[in-house]
Nanobody, 119 residues
Framework: VQLQASGGGLVQAGGFLRLSCAASGNFFRIETMAWYRQAPGKQRGLVASIDNGHITKYGDSVKGRFTISRDSAKNTAYLQLNSLEPEDTAVYHC??????????????WGHGTEVTVSS
């Protein structure tokens, strides 16, 4: 199983980006799709997650600005980043909880995609 993330870049404060993360390989189903981020010198933290029932959770600092969604048919998660702030500058990593069979699951990380917000 591999996760391929894309969509990062350099944007001015107040701008927007859309990140994507697609899973490929052999697996049964994807339960939870999530985005984490890690800024220089800081720990990795949860940005947003969405489960198989489309229930979403957000970190406090991004509520109202970021939106997570999923296309289960494409095995893809999206993160819409609006009203970006310099504090959002970080490497964004996707993380999927994937069932490899009916009862066996594992968590997979994609490579990071860098988001830089200039003031």
């Amino acid at each position: 199983v591999q996760l391929q993330a894309s969509g990062g870049g350099l944007v001015q404060a107040g701008g927007f980006l859309r990140l994507s993360c697609a899973a490929s390989g052999n697996f049964f189903r994807i339960e939870t799709m999530a985005w984490y981020r890690q800024a220089p010198g800081k720990q990795r933290g949860l940005v947003a997650s969405i489960d198989n029932g489309h229930i979403t959770k957000y970190g406090d600092s991004v509520k109202g600005r970021f939106t997570i969604s999923r296309d289960s048919a494409k095995n893809t998660a999206y993160l819409q980043l609006n009203s970006l702030e310099p504090e959002d500058t970080a490497v964004y990593h996707c993380n999927f909880m994937i069932f490899l069979s009916t009862y066996r699951w594992n968590q997979f990380w994609g490579h990071g995609t860098e988001v830089t917000v200039s003031s």
